[in-house]
């Protein structure tokens, strides 16, 4: 994909629109050239319809200049609102274990560094795409004042595009390590706001880090930025050296060459320097140009950008409501995949899995760290497909035309949770006062507040946050709910509170509940409790 492409893709109409605004502004802009050195050269007279000529090719060379940067500028801030919602939607509709094998330093940088690149493209287009109307315009010009000349001209060109393209190429390849590169360094980024307090309480583990890590991938980063932004300096100097020397070479080689006519040789040299503006704002404008290609080739690179795809509400659009259900069934579910980092990576295993859940149960899934339990869970919810084997719900299997009806099903706080200062997604026109309640059960009620939908605050202890990732469980009200270490950043007092009470009001409600927990004070809680070891069922017992 490229960025003329993709301002087709999002806008063709405008881009039409302004293309033709853009041959009448060349037009116009060789009609003046016109005007001006035929009155220099005295080729024409002083008759008063060259005084309306003149007014009127400037009035059209305004106009048409500012309608074909409006319309440019609309259909670029057009293509970059579809691109950003295109690459928004389509990592949501990506698989998830797709999503954390690309890693979320590279998929920032995607979202931020490509799509701003980009962006910044779209900004000078506008400039460029006149800049060119106009060249275009002055070169049909020189044509019509003398064909010997104009090929003489347009083997300049040639040499000069040519060698110009030669270092450009040179240019763009560090620029494209350098992206490669910016990878790496959004890594260290997240490593600076995640990992800070170790990095505090390490001084040995922060300067190994800033010395061997980050400073080392920023230098490099700079280097290469450094050096393609020098050779596209030295091209763009390269080219300005061309655009004088073809000046000169006009101006006292070729009458010596070729028998040309003052009036042809002063209006080449008028063109030529007129185009020198033009000529220098395609220079100045490669750079970002070649930057924005890189990006969108890094996009295509993670299969991101406009792929076609069927989106999720198809999928569901003609899917039954969630309804009560009887039976969950993983009938000889394997999931694999690769662990560890370096040369201690290893392949990790999950099943052979043959589990049946009954609706109104309390289920403990249970055993070491490593054993598979956070990864049955995302097979259990539907975030991660098995590689092999089937989910049955009441004996209809779980496919990808009704996997997305099948998640909507469950309400999941994980380990890793993410927490939206927004109640997203509800409907409920009591939405407040229901939230008000059950902060007050929650022990929150005294330092979070819910207005509109809105949480006051989620700047909390992680356990309180833990809570209020329960507050939008709870809220969106599904049949099955889970929680994974829920408990483990809880006061006793509210561990005691969690086990003994809130999961028994839900099963109560007829919930089903699963519960990941390594509390084994809590384990009598349970209906039946799922013992994990190295990717298998230890044990799968009843209380």
């Not at 579809?82 to 509709?93: D, F, G, K």
């Not at 790496?184 to 600076?192: I, N, P, S, T, Y």
């Not at 003994?500 to 990941?516: A, P, S």
Request: charged residues 15%.
């Amino acid at each position: 994909m490229n960025l003329f492409y993709l301002l087709l893709r999002t806008s063709w109409r405008i881009v039409l629109l302004a293309g033709i605004a853009g041959l009448f502004n060349g037009a116009s802009t060789a009609g003046l050239i016109a005007l001006i050195n035929g009155i220099i050269s005295k080729l024409m007279g002083a008759q008063q319809w060259l005084t309306w000529g003149f007014f009127g090719c400037s009035i059209v060379l305004l106009s048409t200049n500012f309608a074909s940067q409006v319309l440019l500028v609309r259909a670029s801030q057009g293509a970059i609102f579809q691109l950003r919602l295109l690459l928004s939607e389509r990592m949501l509709a990506s698989p998830l274990r797709s999503l954390e094998n690309i890693g979320n330093p590279q998929l920032l940088a995607t979202l931020t560094d490509d799509v701003e690149w980009v962006s910044r493209s779209f900004a000078v287009l506008p400039a460029v795409f006149n800049a060119i109307a106009i060249f275009l315009g002055c070169l049909v010009y020189m044509a019509y004042l003398s064909l010997t000349a104009f090929l003489v001209l347009l083997g300049l060109i040639v040499f000069g595009v040519s060698s110009y393209e030669f270092l450009a190429s040179r240019a763009s390849r560090f620029l494209r390590l350098a992206r490669d590169e910016q990878d790496r360094l959004f890594q260290h980024f997240r490593a600076v706001t995640d990992g800070n307090k170790e990095l505090k309480l390490s001084r040995s583990r922060r300067q190994a880090f800033l010395d061997q890590q980050l400073r080392t991938s920023a230098a490099t980063s700079r280097r290469l930025n450094v050096t393609g932004m020098t050779m596209f300096a030295i091209a763009a100097s390269w080219g300005q050296l061309l655009l004088f020397s073809t000046i000169g070479f006009f101006l006292f080689a070729l009458p010596r060459v070729l028998n040309v006519n003052p009036a042809v040789l002063s209006g080449y040299v008028i063109t030529i320097i007129y185009l020198m503006m033009p000529m220098q704002q395609i220079l100045e404008a490669v750079p970002t140009l070649t930057r924005a290609t890189v990006a969108l080739r890094k996009i295509d690179s993670l299969q991101l950008s406009l792929a076609e795809q069927t989106s999720e509400t198809e999928l569901i659009a003609n899917q039954p409501a969630i309804a009560p259900w009887q039976q969950i069934q993983l009938v000889d579910i394997h999931h694999s995949y690769l662990g560890g980092q370096g040369e201690q990576t290893f392949t990790f295993t999950l099943g052979p899995l043959d589990l049946s859940f009954q609706g109104g149960e309390l289920v403990f899934i249970i055993g070491g760290n490593g054993s598979g339990k956070s990864t049955l869970a995302k097979l259990l919810t539907g975030l991660y497909v098995p590689e092999s084997g089937t989910i049955l719900v009441d004996g209809q299997p779980i496919t990808d035309q009704n996997r997305e009806w099948y998640r909507q099903h469950f309400s999941v706080v994980f380990a890793d949770f993410y927490l939206f200062d927004r109640l997203l997604g509800l409907g409920n026109p009591n939405l407040d006062a229901q939230a008000q309640a059950y902060l007050t059960q929650l022990k929150l009620n005294h330092k979070v507040e819910v207005k509109d939908g809105v949480l006051s605050t989620t700047a909390l202890s992680q356990g309180e946050r833990k809570r209020l990732g329960l507050l939008n469980a709870y809220l969106e009200d599904r049949p099955i709910y889970l929680f994974d270490e829920w408990a483990s950043d809880q006061d006793p007092m509210f561990r005691d509170l969690f086990y003994t009470q809130m999961l028994q009001e839900l099963k109560q409600r007829g919930k089903t509940v699963f519960v990941i927990s390594h509390d084994d004070h809590y384990f009598h809680v349970a209906d039946r409790m799922i013992k994990l070891d190295y990717g298998k069922v230890e044990y799968d017992k009843r209380a």
